[in-house]
């Protein structure tokens, strides 16, 4: 198993955190780096979740979430939403979307999206949006990560 995720750690990825407001109003995020955009037309992007996670029901219930895409200054943030249990985010730490969506402040790209759709595929499950509305900010690099680490795009 380990050496099947060092291969896949050979695919460098961007680094996003997913969030949304959960029933009591508290602005729960998760890091992912699954996020991948499915098609145009219509606007579609997906990510996964592993089977079990604490939060696995409440990501798999949510109707509207966003996803933004980390800026290479938001390890600290990234560290914080990747932890079990320290998902909460602070109000200083988004913004309310034109969706009403929490969207991480200082991100270099923001997406709001309706879910669409949940698929079983092992031992996660994918978790398919329809794009209500994105943002990009200008110049920001991404943050990416790359056989366990992170790491910085070459200027």
Same mark, same amino acid.
Request: hydrophobic share 40%.
């Given at each position: ?5 060092? *291969? ?12 949304? !407001? ?8 998760? !890091? @992912?780096?699954?996020? =991948? =955009? ?18 696995? *029901?409440?990501?798999? =219930?949510?109707?509207? #979430? ?5 800026? $290479?200054?938001?390890? $600290? ?16 730490? /988004? ?5 009403? !969506?929490?969207?991480? @402040?200082?991100?270099? *790209? ?23 509305? #994105? ?9 990416? /990560?790359?056989?366990?680490? #992170?790491?910085?795009? *070459?200027?």
């Amino acid at each position: 198993m380990r050496e099947l995720r060092n *291969a896949f750690g050979e695919f460098a990825t961007g680094v996003c955190v997913v969030a949304a !407001t959960d029933q009591s109003g508290e602005v729960i995020g998760v !890091t @992912v780096n699954s996020f =991948s =955009s499915v098609s145009l037309e219509p606007a579609l992007a997906l990510w996964s979740i592993q089977n079990n996670s604490e939060l696995f *029901a409440f990501w798999c =219930s949510q109707p509207r #979430y966003s996803i933004s895409i980390l800026a $290479s200054d938001q390890e $600290s943030l990234s560290n914080q939403c990747a932890k079990p249990s320290q998902h909460s985010l602070g109000e200083h730490q /988004f913004e309310l979307g034109k969706h009403g !969506t929490p969207l991480i @402040v200082g991100a270099a *790209a923001h997406f709001e999206l309706g879910l669409t759709q949940v698929v079983p595929a092992g031992d996660h499950h994918i978790i398919i949006g329809e794009i209500l509305s #994105y943002q990009v900010s200008d110049g920001r690099a991404p943050l990416l /990560f790359h056989k366990g680490q #992170y790491r910085a795009l *070459a200027s």
